[in-house]
């Protein structure tokens, strides 16, 4: 072992403990989030989809059942799916913390990498969730033809940079129901 093993070994270890905060900062941010988008998809989706069973009859009542169904099943389902993979972030920190040093470690290139993703995140701290996880997709692509080799950083980096998506689906998905809640509305009272 030489001397700069010894230096650097600290100092990797502070780096990808540094990168694991960042990550877990992030997951309580966007479980708070999806908590509360959660909340409000549901109230909107399932009330649309109730009175688009009460406004409408015969074969298209028959259709809403089924699509209105899918759809209420995106809308909360992409929350749900995104609460899960940010749980799976808070539950493997010791195996990330492992996974990063070593990705430091083996590339030097990496390095710089994952000091960018933390300098930028540490720039977006008051920001939301959302706008975090954007920070995340040069690590990804920096890991992403090893990431068998790295296990738990590329299902965190899968779970952060699918957060963005997965909640514009269910946002997209829950403002059509609520258009289509008032048409529903109007038909029923009219």
Do not use: H
Not at 31 to 57: D, K
Not at 71 to 96: E, K, T, Y
Not at 178 to 189: D, K, Q
Request: glycine residues 10%; contains cysteine; negative net charge.
């Amino acid at each position: 072992m030489t001397g700069d093993d010894d230096t650097s070994s600290p100092r990797v270890s502070d780096l990808a403990q540094r990168a694991v905060d960042v990550f877990l900062e992030l997951v309580r941010r966007g479980t708070r989030l999806a908590v509360g988008a959660l909340a409000i998809v549901t109230v909107i989706c399932l009330g649309s989809y109730a009175l688009g069973i009460a406004a409408l009859s015969g074969g298209v009542e028959t259709a809403w059942i089924v699509l209105g169904g899918v759809g209420v099943v995106v809308a909360i389902g992409s929350i749900l799916v995104a609460m899960f993979r940010l749980w799976v972030i808070s539950r493997m920190s010791v195996a990330l913390v492992t996974d990063i040093q070593t990705l430091i470690t083996n590339d030097p290139g990496s390095e710089r990498v994952v000091i960018e993703t933390i300098e930028s995140s540490d720039g977006v701290q008051d920001q939301s969730a959302v706008v975090m996880s954007r920070q995340f997709f040069q690590m990804s692509d920096s890991v992403g033809p090893r990431a068998g080799q790295f296990v738990a950083l590329s299902v965190a980096l899968k779970g952060v940079t699918s957060f963005p998506l997965l909640m514009m689906l269910s946002v997209a998905t829950t403002f059509g129901f609520a258009m289509l809640s008032v048409l529903f509305a109007l038909g029923l009272l009219f």
